[in-house]
């Protein structure tokens, strides 16, 4: 894919590897029920327990968040299925969210995009400036047409955050998913390569 893995730089953020060192920071990204229901795909079934303030991660919670980096992050980029990125703000070590693409299909020139952002830092837009710098990574250097996004039908502030970046809404999945209480639809979104920027009147 890379001679190495990338970082990209916004005015704020830094998107770069997440690494086992990251592990203190990803047990509290990931350790709750609420941002788990956030995250996309199969990541918002994994169980991982969240740490006790203060106190540091203990086995077998290191051993579970290690394996979830090591499943979401470092063996993806290995095998050249998608990529990846932690998201830090400036000048901090601190991992505060992550984005990235999953089922990359090079056959085909598209990618699925994901992402997820700690309760803490939203409402500040600093989601959308680390997809918008994801975005043109992915049409620029992965060399994407087509960049797909399953949403849960609830999460609206997702929805809003995507089709303020240009994306649009192809159909809905019914009861696509089970999230231990009842069936979900899922909303499917795209954003084409050709379809340039964004409406003036969807960006805030």
Not at 79 to 93: A, C, K, T
């Amino acid at each position: 894919m890379f001679d190495r893995f990338p970082a990209l730089s916004t005015a704020r953020l830094q998107l770069r590897e997440v690494t086992l060192q990251d592990m203190d920071a990803a047990a509290e990204l990931y350790g709750g029920p609420a941002m788990m229901k956030t995250c996309q795909g199969n990541e918002k079934n994994l169980d991982i327990p969240a740490p006790q303030e203060n106190r540091a991660v203990r086995p077998p919670e290191r051993e579970a968040i290690a394996y979830r980096i090591q499943e979401w992050f470092i063996t993806p980029y290995q095998e050249q299925r998608g990529i990846r990125f932690g998201i830090y703000l400036n000048h901090s070590n601190r991992l505060i969210g992550s984005c990235g693409f999953c089922q990359w299909n090079r056959a085909h020139y598209k990618a699925e995009l994901v992402f997820e952002l700690h309760p803490e830092y939203r409402k500040r837009g600093l989601l959308k400036e680390a997809l918008t710098a994801l975005i043109d990574f992915g049409f620029d250097a992965m060399e994407l047409n087509r960049i797909e996004a399953r949403i849960e039908d609830g999460n609206q502030a997702a929805q809003r955050t995507l089709l303020s970046l240009g994306f649009r809404q192809e159909g809905v999945e019914r009861e696509a998913e089970f999230d231990g209480a009842e069936f979900i639809d899922i909303v499917c979104l795209s954003l084409l390569k050709s379809d340039g920027p964004p409406p003036v009147h969807l960006v805030k």
